[in-house]
């Protein structure tokens, strides 16, 4: 058999590429009153404006019976589960107390991608290409780790109110993002969302975000995502002029965020992950 990879739902990946690979998908919830709804498996029509929707990780339950299936699939061979960045969601921490409690608990991996989005789906990416291949789980273990710590991400928001509210950006980044001359540009550092700089137009903001990944790409080779939500055109134009500026661009997705970001992100948003080395 061969070594399964499991991640989560904010992970983005598209459904074709997650069945070619046979990654196993957990779902993270949102919570729209006293609804729980499954990303990816529930329908969901949100509001992305209102302050009462929020978000849930999965709990150790949902994870545990991922875990086992996927041991099971693996022939015994191990499980890699790689997860949103432990900083931004309890979805690790549910599943290092699943792993605890397992009976094959020492062949299931846990990674904390250290990002969120294709962040983590870039790194499950590499990892499962690699269990394809035949490695062992100790290959694709250091695979997936390694690959989360090259991965970087710059993401370009309206305004920050919904990060605030969700508690992923302090205060003081906050009240700068909320400035309506203001366009921030975020970036993920350490698995933590940071303020990388307030920038005045929408246009400088998308050459700042554009620039920060061709930067982050470096001259040989890497992977490349855009995501958004709400701002298809934005994003294939970013797309495009990031085709013309990596060096050896190896792989490009275009995504949307999916509702378990997207509510704390906000429409408009346009996000890119970038692996230098790419995901082989």
Known sequence: MAVVVVTDSSASLPAELAAELAI???????????????EGVD???????SDTVTTSAASPGELRAVYEQAWELSGGDGVV?????????????????AVRDMDAADRVRLVDSLGAGLATGLPVLAAARRAQGGASLDVVYDTAVAASSRARTFIL????????RGGRLSSAAAFF?????????????EGRLELREKV??????????????VD????????????????????????????????GIRELIIAEFGPALGIHLGIGAVGVLVLPGGCT
């Open 24 to 38: 196993a998908v957990v779902p993270l919830h949102v919570l729209i009153g006293d609804r729980a709804i499954r």
């Open 43 to 49: 329908p969901i029509d949100i509001d992305y404006s």
């Open 81 to 97: 589960a790689v997860h949103i960045s432990r900083q931004l969601s309890g979805t690790w921490e549910a599943g290092r107390q």
């Open 157 to 164: 928001v309206n305004r920050t109110e919904q990060l605030r």
């Open 177 to 189: 993002g909320s400035e309506l001359v203001t366009k921030p540009l975020l970036q993920i550092v």
């Open 200 to 213: 005045r137009t929408r246009s400088k903001a998308f050459a700042k975000l554009v620039a920060a990944a």
């Open 216 to 247: 982050a790409a470096g001259e040989d080779g890497a992977a490349v995502a855009v995501q958004h939500l709400g701002a298809e055109d934005a994003a294939q134009t970013v797309a495009t002029q990031l085709r013309d500026l990596v060096p």
